[in-house]
Nanobody
Framework: QVQLVESGGGLVQAGGSLRLSCAASGSIDSITAMGWFRQAPGKQREWVAGIGSRGTTNYAISVKGRFTISRDNAKNTVYLQMNSLKPEDTAVYYC?????????WGQGTQVTVSS
């Protein structure tokens, strides 16, 4: 079992920045990859960024160049640095941990970008 707790969401003006955090606990040694997803009102949840166990990162085209995913293994925490935010980035952001054939999700954190 893995527990995930996200934090760092909030209200920001367009062009601003936020940093989301995802703290993992439990069977963290079994985590193979972690990622950030988001879900806007009335839309399906979509993948935003991912980081593998060796630090390899990948990004959705919509956020590439603006968002950066990173991990601090000593703190068991994954971050999502979001710069140049746009109103269309408004969503609930979720952290996901992949363990073998299972996925674990956090409770989500709201990000609202005003124009």
């Amino acid at each position: 079992q893995v527990q995930l707790v996200e934090s760092g969401g909030g209200l920001v003006q367009a062009g601003g920045s936020l940093r989301l955090s995802c703290a993992a606990s439990g069977s963290i040694d079994s985590i193979t990859a972690m990622g950030w997803f988001r879900q806007a009102p009335g839309k399906q949840r979509e993948w935003v960024a991912g980081i593998g166990s060796r630090g390899t990162t990948n990004y959705a085209i919509s956020v590439k160049g603006r968002f950066t995913i990173s991990r601090d293994n000593a703190k068991n925490t994954v971050y999502l640095q979001m710069n140049s935010l746009k109103p269309e980035d408004t969503a609930v952001y979720y952290c996901r941990a992949s363990v073998s054939s299972s996925d674990y999700w956090g409770q989500g954190t709201q990000v609202t970008v005003s124009s």
